[in-house]
């Protein structure tokens, strides 16, 4: 604050996995997560801190990894970006950067998903690979452990590029197990458990 910088957070964001509709709509659940990031970023503001938010929408952990359709993975996150901005721009600078863009964008991408693979075992704890491979029976049970290991190399690349780009303090909308793979990333746990992972929850 005495420096006049803002406080760079960020937010990985997942597809729908269970509710089939792209909209976002007024009564769902996510609009209660961005409401309460609004009024952590509001509270911050009134104490002079300026915000600046990278919001990034998990796109190919919903197309590559848990083989969703492009297009409802597409219309879902163009709704979440016009949701959030409506939400979130009189308390932070939005910034909405999908994965994929991200990872096209860094040149290292590849040297660094090729170091993680072939020395899987130093990234990734087995329960952590457990963990996914539970997560993965229940997503994309055909490809069950393609699946679980791709998400874990994926998830400790993540981490290395968000800290190595943006240096960012995670704002986490999941629980903290679900963060083990985050490697560097420093993280801050104050959503509430009932706005948690929004995107999980069934349609009406």
């Keep these: 604050r005495q420096q006049n910088k803002p406080v760079p957070f960020f937010s990985p964001w997942g597809p729908r996995y269970k509710n089939k509709k792209s909209l976002i709509r007024n009564d769902d659940p996510e609009m209660q997560t961005l409401q309460e990031i609004g009024e952590i970023f509001g509270k911050l503001s009134e104490k ?50 999908p994965w994929s863009l991200i990872r096209e964008r860094f040149w290292r991408y590849e040297s660094f998903q090729q170091e993680v693979a072939e020395d899987f075992s130093r990234f990734v704890s087995t329960s952590e690979y457990n963990s996914a491979l539970k997560t993965a029976q229940a997503f994309n049970p055909q490809k069950r452990e ?32 679900k963060d083990m793979l985050d490697g560097p990333l420093k993280r801050l746990y104050v959503v509430s458990k009932q706005n948690r992972a929004p995107w999980m929850a069934r349609g009406a």
């Design 48 to 97: 002079g801190f300026q915000v600046r938010f990278l919001l990034m929408p998990a796109d190919l952990y919903g197309t590559e990894i848990n083989s969703l359709s492009p297009v409802f993975v597409k219309d879902y996150f163009q709704s979440l970006e016009e949701r959030a901005r409506e939400q979130l721009s009189s308390t932070s600078e939005v910034i909405v950067r």
């Design 146 to 177: 393609e699946s679980a290991r791709a998400y874990c190399i994926e998830r400790v690349v993540e981490g290395r590029i968000i800290e190595e780009l943006y240096s960012p303090i995670k704002l986490s909308l999941v629980r903290k197990e």
